[in-house]
């Protein structure tokens, strides 16, 4: 604080240099300048990942995104570190992989380093010549292992990547993403998991408005039955919702999945009531949300609903 006073400064440019170079508590400058209301030229997204801020839902830049997970990593806050391993498959190749996870291991992240190896072998794999070669079946059904034993948000970044990803129709990526609504228990990793699931059914093949209305109503279920301890934020649910196919649902597709999130959910039930179809909801079925609402004494779906 006696530095910041005397007039010293961090820019975004040495903050990055000073993660880059495992400079330990870099993240403090941050921190104290943020707290003494010093105006600074470090974006909103760094100042997220310095001062331990929710920056699940920002997308990271293609030019800085590797030098943010690195200034992640560095921080001395595991969970801080964590997030960061989570995003890593989305972005980074396997010799820049390798680097954040020194960086993870001289930090003592331990949870994500657990969390990086995985992805980073199969990464490796990925890139070997013989991976351009599979079939789609090859690819799905790595995707469904994957799905199965909870690891996809691990693996289906690099697939999506593979020739073969492209003969993925939406038919069977909606199919994958129901088996992951029932298989994988619901809770954070749970969340990410699904969420790039559904990324990647986007990249490959659009689903259409049918099979979202179909995994909107499941992915309602799944967040209603998170345990009341788990933080969840819906992300594989905003995710959906987000879909351009979501834009042209019915008010009896929106009218299903409201039903079930509305005694419970204030978030998914914000979520639905953002869609188009939610505005043409009638009388009656606005009445039956609230009484659902009432019932299951979640004021805060009931001012959603109103």
Aim: with cysteine; hydrophobic share 45%.
């Amino acid at each position: 604080m006696r530095l910041l006073s005397a007039g010293m400064r961090i820019i975004y440019a040495g903050l990055l240099k000073a993660a880059g170079d495992m400079v330990a508590g870099v993240e403090v400058w941050v921190q104290a300048q943020q707290q003494l209301g010093i105006q600074s030229d470090i974006p909103a997204l760094a100042v997220a990942v310095c001062c331990g801020g929710d920056w699940a839902d920002i997308e990271l830049p293609a030019e800085d995104g590797g030098a943010l997970l690195q200034l992640a990593l560095n921080c001395s806050n595991p969970d801080t570190a964590t997030a960061a391993a989570r995003r890593m498959p989305a972005l980074l190749e396997p010799g820049v992989a390798r680097s954040l996870l020194l960086t993870a291991a001289t930090r003592q992240h331990s949870k994500a380093v657990k969390h990086m190896r995985g992805s980073i072998f199969e990464a490796i794999f990925l890139e070997l010549p013989g991976a351009q070669q599979l079939s789609n079946n090859a690819v799905l059904d790595n995707l469904h292992k994957a799905t199965t034993s909870g690891r996809a948000f691990e693996f289906v970044y690099r697939l999506q990547n593979l020739p073969a990803a492209a003969g993925i129709s939406s038919a069977e990526a909606t199919s994958l993403l129901q088996e992951a609504f029932s298989v994988i228990p619901p809770g954070e990793a749970a969340d990410w998991a699904i969420r790039d699931l559904v990324e990647f059914s986007q990249a490959v093949s659009e689903p259409n408005s049918a099979e979202v209305a179909e995994l909107l109503h499941a992915a309602a279920e799944h967040c209603c039955a998170a345990p009341a301890d788990h933080s969840v934020k819906c992300l594989a649910f905003k995710a959906l919702r987000d879909l351009p196919a979501a834009q042209q649902l019915s008010s009896e597709q929106v009218l299903q999945p409201l039903k079930v999130v509305v005694p419970s959910n204030a978030r998914c039930t914000d979520a639905l009531c953002q869609l188009p179809a939610a505005q043409q909801l009638s009388s009656k079925a606005v009445a039956q949300l609230l009484q659902a609402a009432a019932q299951g004494r979640s004021l805060q779906c009931m001012e959603k609903i109103c």
